[in-house]
């Protein structure tokens, strides 16, 4: 069974980096995409950043310069590393996969205060 587990998140400043993590297991992870997305307070989930199986990249606008995606296929591990934090980029964070359906984590939360 596809089995996704995010970790990372916490409280950090401004101007501060986290690195996220997601674990999969459950389906062959290296001939797949994996994605990111986040759910603030209030809001609607929205996507974040793609990975193919190939290794390439996508990000949203809000983003791109400071995120960045990358995956380790031996150890069925995507990140998402996380420089600049703003406050506007406080949410739960949820690592995605689409194998015969789409699949989704717990989520890890971010939070970013002064």
């Known amino acids: 069974q596809v089995r996704l587990v995010e970790s990372g998140g916490g409280l950090v400043q401004p101007g501060e980096s986290l690195r996220l993590s997601c674990a999969a297991s459950g389906f062959p992870f290296s001939r797949y995409a994996m994605r990111w997305y986040r759910q603030a307070p209030g809001k609607e989930r929205e996507f974040v950043a793609l990975?193919?199986?190939?290794?390439?990249?996508n990000y949203a606008e809000s983003v791109k310069g400071r995120f960045t995606i990358s995956r380790d296929n031996a150890k069925n591990t995507v990140y998402l590393q996380m420089n600049s934090l703003k406050p506007e980029d406080t949410a739960v964070y949820y690592c995605?996969?689409?194998?015969?359906?789409?699949?989704w984590g717990q989520g890890t939360q971010v939070t970013v205060s002064s």
């Open positions: 995605n996969a689409n194998y015969q359906s789409d699949y």
């Open positions: 990975i193919s199986a190939a290794g390439n990249t």
